[in-house]
């Protein structure tokens, strides 16, 4: 159960990895000062950082089998859990909202620096990523949980 949880977590942060760098490459850190992005980078970063620790903490408990770890790896998912609840919550909206402006045509208009950004960086997810990070999240919490549950009662 612990390997299949470290499975699902790698699976998990793989896509993680993806929509992080489309977010970024879409222009998501620059969208945070005219305020496009609904995705703050403190929100996107937190739950990196906190998913990325806690699959260390996880990988130190498989190396030495301290229960302990497992416990604070576990709890470092739920305010991971969290967040990307948040996100997703964020994200739904502005994914909607790609259907009813996809034949509008573009805004065009131009400033000093370049043409003017009118979609979130968000909008361009791609939803089978997004649909599988979910899944396999919530896959890697309940084995994690299982894991430390069962490593516990031994």
Do not use: C, K
Request: charged content about 10%; proline content about 5%.
């Amino acid at each position: 159960m612990s390997i299949a949880a470290l499975v699902a977590w790698v699976i998990t942060a793989l896509g993680g990895f993806v929509m992080l760098g489309q977010w970024i490459s879409r222009g998501g850190l620059r969208q945070q000062r005219s305020g496009v992005t609904r995705f703050p980078a403190s929100l996107m970063f937190s739950h990196f950082g906190l998913a990325a620790g806690g699959l260390v903490v996880w990988i130190a408990y498989l190396l030495t089998n301290q229960i302990r770890l497992a416990w604070v790896a576990f709890a470092l998912l739920i305010p991971v859990a969290l967040l990307g609840f948040i996100m997703l919550a964020r994200w739904i909206p502005v994914y909607q909202g790609r259907t009813v402006t996809a034949g509008a045509p573009q805004d065009s208009a131009r400033t000093g620096s370049g043409p003017v950004e009118t979609e979130p960086a968000e909008r361009h997810l791609p939803v089978p990523v997004v649909i599988a990070h979910g899944l396999f999240a919530v896959v890697t919490v309940v084995l994690v949980l299982l894991a430390a549950l069962g490593a516990a009662g031994s």
